[in-house]
């Protein structure tokens, strides 16, 4: 196992499901929905961990909802760039 296999951005999957609730029923194709989560990942920090248990012991339930308050931001407006260049 690599040292890459052992890390991981904890809003990628935040992304993901962000996406699944806010996205996925508007048509987008799958390369579409990519970059919607390519988009808002590149408007979010990074916040690496080894251990999600970590992270989540040692945030906030205040932290938590900035976090998914801030991810469904950056999904939204990854998905009116994405609808504005559509047009």
């Known amino acids: 196992m690599s040292i890459s296999d052992q890390i991981q951005n904890y809003y990628e ?5 962000s996406i699944n609730r806010i996205a996925l029923n508007k048509g987008f194709n799958q390369e579409q929905l990519t970059d919607i989560a390519c988009l808002a990942l590149n408007n979010l ?6 251990h999600e248990v970590d992270l989540a012991f040692y945030m906030s339930a205040q932290e938590h909802i900035d976090i998914d308050e801030r991810v469904d931001v950056a999904v939204r ?6 609808e504005n260049k559509k047009k």
Request: glycine share 0%; proline share 6%.
């Open 13 to 17: 999957n935040k992304v993901v499901d």
């Open 45 to 50: 920090p990074t916040r690496y961990y080894r």
């Open 77 to 82: 407006n990854a998905i009116t760039y994405l």
